[in-house]
């Protein structure tokens, strides 16, 4: 357990979590800030590694993440996939670079496990990645969110949870992941050929199961709110309880498939 004993700011560096570790990080009630990190890093680099994050005093403090270009926030680093990584507890921000996912893939990465059980999370990608997901090439990883204030934000050709940019349905790349409610509040938003929640730009909508909870999805231009990006099919969307808005982009799907030729 790495508890925080004040409020640390750091920049033009990243921290590496090694392979196979369990590592909760507890803020403790205290800020720690990690940004404009070095090229091909993300902020919090996390291929292989179990993270879990807390806050077991809660106040003003945040935690705020940004990777460099090609890394995630939280993640993997250039051409890197996404490790494991809970959020407990905390106000948590997390943004990747150019060319990454807030939380996942780097460059050319797929996302990797994210359980979500509570906190404010604010999450945003760089180009052509997801919010929480792949980038860049990358598929969706396992994506759960079970409570928390959720709000994830996509750049040009990412989901906002989900695949990164596909580029051709041909290369079969930049498919949603597995993303599962049962509950919190969560409002995903996709970028431009992208779907709020499933494929990135000529992704595949992956797998989405909605238990319960309240789950805005607003796609790009030509993705599904939930579904397919630009050119991709719906895929398995799974709605068993909770509140959902879905709005796709112009000839997008609400829930299915993104525009088609």
């Known amino acids: 357990v ?5 409020t640390i700011s750091v920049a033009n560096m990243h921290l590496t979590l090694s392979s196979g570790a369990y590592v909760t990080l507890d803020l403790n009630g205290y800020s720690l800030f990690v940004t404009d990190a070095d090229d091909n890093h993300a902020a919090i680099e996390n291929t292989g590694a179990y993270l879990t994050i807390q806050d077991s005093h809660p106040g003003s403090n945040v935690l705020i993440v940004v990777g460099g270009a090609n890394g995630a926030g939280i993640g993997g680093g250039n051409g890197a996939t996404g490790g494991s990584l809970t959020i407990n507890s905390g106000n ?7 060319f990454a996912a807030g939380i996942g893939g780097g460059d050319g990465g797929m996302g990797g496990a994210t359980t979500i059980n509570g906190g404010q999370v604010n999450v945003f ?8 997901g792949g980038c860049n090439g990358g598929d969706g990883g396992a994506t759960t969110i079970n409570d928390g204030v959720i709000t994830v ?21 930049g498919n949603g992941g597995v993303t599962t409610f049962n509950g919190g509040v969560t409002t995903a938003v996709g970028g431009s050929y992208a779907a709020g929640i499933g494929g990135g730009n000529k992704g595949r909508g992956g797998i989405t199961v909605i238990n319960n909870g ?19 099919r719906g895929e398995y969307i799974t709605i068993n309880g909770g ?13 299915g498939d993104g525009a088609m030729p």
């Open 153 to 173: 934000t996509a750049a040009w050709y990412g989901a906002g949870i989900g695949g990164g940019a596909g580029y051709s349905v041909s290369a079969n790349r």
């Open 125 to 132: 990608a760089g180009y052509s990645g997801a919010g929480i």
């Open 92 to 98: 948590v921000t997390t943004g990747g670079g150019a």
């Open 214 to 232: 309240f789950v805005s999805a607003t796609a790009g231009a030509y993705g599904a709110g939930i579904g397919g990006g630009d050119k991709g």
């Open 243 to 255: 509140i959902v808005n879905a709005m796709g982009g112009e000839f997008g799907a609400g829930i």
């Open 2 to 6: 790495v508890c925080l004993g004040a």
